[in-house]
Structure formats: structure tokens, C-alpha cells
């Protein structure tokens, strides 16, 4: 019986090779093959911002027609010291969006985490007063914002303000302005670039709790007058969770709000999570466990078959969906340069994108080519 097994297993494997191979010879790249439907994009880092990475920026010249910066424009490192800002690598992150005519994304306005310590305190450490907070959320919005008016086609103006079961994230920014930060955020960005498109950007949107929360937000949002372009629903997913149900209701309730929905920050884990609710908080660590980093040598085929139709599942849940779905933005360029190598779990070795360690597609890359071309 075990020989069967591994008999199946093995000609899956040769099937899913040969497949992929002639898949290969014939297919047209992401971005030509889904024109017209939604745009593709990819998160880079600083390497691949300044051209060190000269293999990544390949693929993202080839395949790619979206950027979103993936840390190097949060409040830390874009704007260090209240009297400081630092546009060094955003200012070439544009310059190489607009060399390639892609639709460039800023990330993240506003947003509780790589957040500066001055942001919110005073010279004794203590909360600043409304006004101050204020001052300051509007300077830095309008200083990135206007900096970058009429070249950056959209902006992720509030992230991850909502928690599970709906309620707001006790962030200092919640604390000082309670919810009317959100409001003041997306006011501060219109008036700095009134024709740029403006989201609000969270994780785990397939959670009944946290859409419903994002729903209830924006409807008040809209009510008071302030419009919201986009949701962008961050797509952190593993091999079991989300389920496709799920996060199929939240694209189609968010759309029924009359925004555009965004996929973002998507990869695909295949590790075992040391807990389920995990999300994508970032201060959720655990420490190393030999047993939770179980493919240092690489894949099993099974394992790999798995993550591949998982994936394609997913992309022609988006397919289904293009009339609602504005763009679908991986976070990363390869499985290398992936932050899930390092969370929760940190020296861990995952392959959570659709390119791998060498920059070469996976044959997922292959299959969503030839699932868009079959879709008009």
C-alpha cells in the first residue's frame, strides 16, 4: 500500500513537471495575460528598489505591472525624527515605476506599527493632546503625499485599525483621537492629492468579526462625506485558513460598498502555524521549534502540488471576481526575499510566493497565465 502511495505520488509528480514545461514553451507573461482584468503587482524591497537585486528586478519588469513599497515608505523609515524625512529610496521607488508605466502604491500612511517613538509622545514619553497628534498626522500626510501628487496612483492611508471581532485596535492613535483618526487620515490625503486613490488596508478580512467591523467603518466613513477608493484585503494565507467561502463573501460584500477591492499583501505559507489566530500581527513571535520548520532542504512534491492548487483556487476566485478586484499585489518578488522566512517564527525557510529562491517562476506562474487567457 505505502508503494502505491508513493507510485502516485511519484507519476503526479512527473505529470505536474511535464505540464508545467509545456505551459513554458508557449505562455505569455502575468501582466499580458491579465490585462483587462485586474493589475498584478509586487511589494520590493531596498535592494531591488536601488537595482542591486538585478535578478528580481528582472522578473518584476517582465511579469509585473503594480509596485507597492514594502517597508521602506512606513512612518520609521520615512520619517524618522518629527523634523526629519528621509526620501532617498521612495524617491527611486517612484522614479522606477514610472520607467516602467506601473501603478505605483504607497504603503502605509498611517499605521500603529514601524512607527516612530515621537509620533504620539512628547519629550517625557507621555501621550500628546488631540491637537498635537493632529498637527503632526496632517504634516506627514501632507509632506508624503503632496511630495509624490499627480506620480503615486494610490495610497494605503489606514492600516490594520480593526481587530476579529470588529472592535478598533487600541493603537495610540485610537487612544488620543478615538475613531475619528481614520476620518482625519483620508481628509489629509484628499486634500494633498485629491485625485489620488485612497484604501484602507487590513489582514485577515475573511474573519466574519473583521469584515463586518471594515464594513461599519466605511458605511460611517461614507456618511460623513469622506470617500474611500479601496479595500485592500491583505492575503496572508496558509494551507488551511482562510477558507475560499469566506473570503469570497468579504469581496463581494466589500464591492457592494461601492469601492474597488484590492488584493494585497499576498503569499502563501506552507509551514505550520505555532497557532491559529495568529493573523499577521507583527509583534506575534514565537520562539524556533525544530518540528514547526520542517522543509529546510526544500519541498516535498506532495507538499508542493498542494500550495500549487491552493493558489490557483485562489486566483480563479479572483478571476470570478475581476469586475470588483482592481489589482492582486504579491508580497514580495521570490520565495527568498518572503518576511515569512522570519515570522512568526524567525530563521525558519518558507516558499510562499510564485517565484522561488532563484527568481525562476513555479509552475503556478504558468497555470494562472493559461486560467486568465481562458476567462474574456
Not at 498611517?110 to 493632546?129: A, R
Not at 511630495?147 to 488620543?176: H, M, P
Not at 503569499?267 to 520542517?294: C, H, W
Amino acid at each position: 500500500m505505502k508503494l502505491l502511495k508513493l507510485s502516485i505520488i511519484a507519476l503526479a509528480s512527473v505529470i505536474f513537471t511535464n505540464c508545467s514545461s509545456i505551459k513554458q514553451e508557449s505562455s505569455l507573461t502575468l501582466k499580458e495575460a491579465l490585462v483587462g482584468k485586474f493589475y498584478i503587482g509586487a511589494a520590493l524591497n531596498a535592494q531591488q528598489i536601488l537595482g542591486e537585486d538585478t535578478a528580481a528586478v528582472r522578473v518584476v519588469k517582465t511579469h509585473f505591472n503594480s509596485i507597492t513599497a514594502e517597508n521602506i515608505m512606513k512612518s520609521e523609515e520615512i520619517h524618522p525624527s518629527e523634523n526629519e524625512f528621509n526620501f532617498e529610496l521612495s524617491d527611486r521607488f517612484v522614479e522606477f515605476g514610472e520607467q516602467n508605466g506601473m501603478k505605483i502604491i504607497g504603503h502605509t500612511l498611517i499605521w500603529h506599527s514601524q512607527l516612530p517613538s515621537w509620533f504620539c509622545t512628547d519629550e517625557n514619553g507621555n501621550d500628546v493632546s488631540p491637537k498635537i497628534l493632529k498637527e503632526r498626522m496632517k504634516n506627514h500626510i501632507h509632506t508624503i503625499v503632496g511630495r509624490y501628487k499627480g506620480r503615486i496612483k494610490g495610497w494605503d492611508v489606514v492600516n490594520e485599525a480593526i481587530l476579529d471581532d470588529g472592535s478598533w485596535r487600541a493603537t495610540k492613535f485610537y487612544q488620543i483621537l478615538g475613531e475619528d483618526f481614520v476620518r482625519l487620515a483620508f481628509e489629509y490625503a484628499r486634500e494633498a492629492d485629491p485625485d489620488a486613490e485612497l484604501y484602507y488596508n487590513d489582514y485577515s478580512m475573511a474573519n466574519p468579526g473583521r469584515r463586518q467591523g471594515v464594513i461599519d467603518m466605511v458605511k460611517k466613513l461614507q456618511e460623513q462625506g469622506v470617500k474611500v477608493d479601496g479595500i485592500g484585503m491583505q492575503g496572508h494565507l496558509n494551507m488551511d485558513y482562510p477558507s475560499l467561502e469566506e473570503f469570497e463573501k468579504s469581496i463581494v460584500e466589500f464591492a457592494n460598498l461601492g469601492v474597488q477591492v484590492m488584493i494585497t499583501e499576498l503569499d502563501l505559507s506552507v509551514l505550520p502555524s505555532p497557532r491559529r489566530d495568529v493573523g499577521a500581527n507583527i509583534v506575534s513571535t514565537f520562539e524556533y521549534q525544530k518540528e514547526i520548520n520542517p522543509y529546510t532542504e526544500g519541498l516535498p512534491e506532495d507538499i508542493k502540488q498542494k500550495q500549487h492548487q491552493r493558489y490557483l483556487d485562489f486566483f480563479k476566485l479572483f478571476l470570478k471576481h475581476q469586475d470588483k478586484i482592481d489589482r492582486v499585489t504579491l508580497w514580495g518578488v521570490n520565495d527568498a526575499q518572503s518576511w515569512k522566512n522570519d515570522w512568526p517564527v524567525r530563521g525558519r525557510t518558507d516558499y510562499t510566493l510564485i517565484f522561488d529562491r532563484d527568481n525562476n517562476p513555479k509552475p503556478i506562474v504558468y497555470d494562472i497565465i493559461s486560467e486568465a487567457k481562458s476567462i474574456q
